[in-house]
């Protein structure tokens, strides 16, 4: 199916397949249940039983042990919920059988991974966007309209910063091992937010930091991004921050520009500081009966992300994380592993 074959009026909702079953995956399924427009037909994992538990727990009709299922030609999209290591190999599956794609962030483990897995969707035609949940949260939206509406003027500088001590290792053990953790975990979604607030990046500097000890990977970054405005951001993000009470899952930090400032504080509260002025904003995500605290901000964003996908699929317009953009995030995190291990600025040209 192309963009053009879905811009047809819709007479039924969406069948999808979900792929992989494991911790994020009920975020999904809870989510895909309020998605106007689409329906989730069939879920899959290689662990049969854990898709069979999850088919039983959300009233889905089927529930298969392999993706190849995707041949059958039963399905409008497939929402892969995998580890990146996984990427590739699944969306050529869908690629092949011309199913458009949402994929869970992060991407693919390296850029160049990234780009074949674009190139190839790009050749047949097949719509893939990338499950980048963060700036679909209701903070950053309120955020994005105040920095459209002018108010703060052109931007200068802004911070970003996730650190907190939440225990992550228990529900997604596999980041133990994970030798790119914390910059493709978390960072990839303020490299992500960084873009979508401050605009795209062209350089790079990074210093990594491994502070739990046994880990495979950094737990901590800083990185500096120079963006193509001048603009200068910072990223940190750390899973090794003890701060009582924790501020796990918030996204804390700052933007200046010309005229103003806007603080992004604990609480879901902003800051704005424009005409000499400040006025508090608190932007609460919108609980539901599956959220809970304090999961609430983070889950809140999964179904607006997956409503985003059905829309523009629908639409036949273009996914604000389509996958090629999603390759200039992608190039920021990559820039920043190769500044950690040269110690030198990276420039995103140099890729
Ligand atoms: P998980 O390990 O708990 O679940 C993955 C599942 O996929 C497992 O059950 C595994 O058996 C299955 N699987 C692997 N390969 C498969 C294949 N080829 N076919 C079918 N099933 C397969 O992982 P998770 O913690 O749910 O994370 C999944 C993805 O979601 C990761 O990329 C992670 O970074 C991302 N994630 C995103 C957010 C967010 O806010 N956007 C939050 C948490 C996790
Ligand atoms: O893996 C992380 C992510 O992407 O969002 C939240 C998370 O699950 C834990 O910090």
Known sequence: MTKSDVARPQIRPLKGLLVGCGFFARNHLHAW????????????????????????EFSIPQWHGTAEVLASGAFDFVDICTTMETHEALVALAVRHRVPVIV???????????????????????????????????????????????????????????????????????????????????????????????????AVSCLRQSVKEGLAGEDAATILLRHDNAATSIVDVSYASHRFPNPFPQTLGEIEGRLGSIQILEGE?????????????????????????PWTQIQDSVPRTQQHFIDTLLSGGAFETSAEDSLQTYALAEAAYRSAESGRLVTTAEL
């Open 33 to 56: 249940s309020e998605t106007k427009g689409a329906e989730i037909a069939a879920v899959c994992d290689l662990d049969v039983e854990r898709a069979g538990r999850y088919a039983e």
């Open 104 to 202: 869970q962030k992060p991407f693919a483990p390296d850029i160049d991974t990234c780009r074949r897995i674009v190139a190839n969707a790009k050749a047949a035609g097949v719509p893939v966007m990338v499950h980048e949940n963060f700036r679909f949260q209701k903070i950053f939206r309120r955020i994005r309209e105040i920095l459209d509406s002018g108010e703060i003027g052109e931007l200068t500088f802004g911070r970003l910063s996730w650190r907190n001590a939440i225990d992550v290792y228990s529900n997604q053990p596999y980041l133990l091992k994970t030798e790119r953790f914390m910059i493709m975990d978390v960072g990839i979604h303020m490299l992500d937010l960084a873009r979508f607030l401050f605009g795209d990046a062209n």
């Open 269 to 293: 509260t902003l800051l704005v500081h424009s005409e000499g002025r400040q006025r508090r904003e608190t932007i609460e995500a919108d609980g539901r009966n599956w959220t809970s605290d």
